[in-house]
């Protein structure tokens, strides 16, 4: 393994192009999972109840760049993604969540969300129902894009609801969206879905599930070569040997490139 202008005389790499520790928001370093981009695209596409799917997995096992990919357009102009991070939702209440999700549907709209006003919840008793609304409004200002609300760390519903801060009755709205309005949601978690025994998680009884696993050979090769491509000459033995250590792990082969790069530097 070499940079291109040769051992011992090589040009550094400006800019180390491997990622490690965060999920990945840059298209160009986001390689496969094509199998569970066309999943979503076809459970939903036409959708009239909407649906769930739960992508579950290992941590760092590329679940949350999933979402990033998906938020920043994957799936075409028909879709209507918006991100709801669960880890970093503090609220007090059922009315302060439903409010950050407006918030985040109005801000992924850009400038067609100033014309969406948002959710009033001062005088409501029932705000569940204002957001029914709000939700009914944009299918009506938008009604040739599906939403997608994607939820991340989805066992943290539990957290919040034994709190206090959320009612079991979240979920079940959340449902109702789905029935009534055609939106769509995916969450993404661990792969213990049977630890989910509290009643109101039936809403996981109408889901399509799908394990994430390793990246095969080809799109582990891919990450490996073309981020640095140009700039890093790979003997295929290399190769071999990073894919052996790391099984096509996304985490670990990027960590692996991350410091060959800065060893070649």
């Known amino acids: ?25 840059d298209r160009s370093m986001f390689f496969g999972r094509e199998t569970e981009f066309d999943l979503v695209r ?12 739960v992508f579950c997995g290992e941590r760092r096992s590329g679940k949350t760049s999933i979402l990033f990919q998906i ?28 409010g950050r999700i407006s918030e985040e549907i109005r801000s992924c709209l850009g400038d067609e969300g100033r014309d969406l006003p948002p959710p009033d919840f001062a005088t409501a008793s029932k705000p569940a129902a204002v957001f029914q609304r709000f939700i009914g409004d944009l299918r009506h200002r938008c009604p040739d894009r599906t939403p997608i609300l994607l939820f991340d760390e989805y066992e943290l519903f539990e957290n919040k609801i034994e709190s206090g801060a959320l009612s079991e009755d979240i979920l079940n709205v959340l449902a109702s969206l789905m029935e009534s309005h055609g939106v769509c949601l995916v969450f ?14 039936r809403i996981l009884g ?4 799908r394990v994430i696993s390793y990246l095969s050979r080809p799109d582990a090769i891919s990450l490996m ?8 000459q790979y003997e295929p ?19 692996v490139c991350q ?5 070649l530097n």
Do not use: C
């Open 1 to 25: 393994m070499k940079t291109s202008s040769g051992a011992g005389g090589g040009t550094p790499i400006p800019r180390n192009p491997f990622i490690v520790g965060n999920p990945v928001r």
């Open 259 to 263: 410091n060959l790069v800065d060893h």
């Open 42 to 53: 076809r459970r939903f596409q036409h959708a009239e109840r909407g649906g769930l799917i």
């Open 237 to 255: 033995e290399v190769l071999d040997a990073i894919f052996r250590l790391t099984a096509g792990q996304p985490f670990y082969t990027q960590a």
């Open 71 to 98: 938020l920043d357009g994957r799936l075409g102009p028909e879709f209507l993604p918006v991100l709801i991070d669960m880890q970093s939702m503090a609220i007090e209440n059922e009315t302060d969540f439903l």
């Open 188 to 201: 993404t978690g661990s792969q213990h879905l049977e630890q989910r025994k509290r009643p109101y998680w």
């Open 206 to 209: 109408k889901s399509i599930y």
């Open 225 to 232: 070569v073309r981020p640095v491509e140009g700039l890093v």
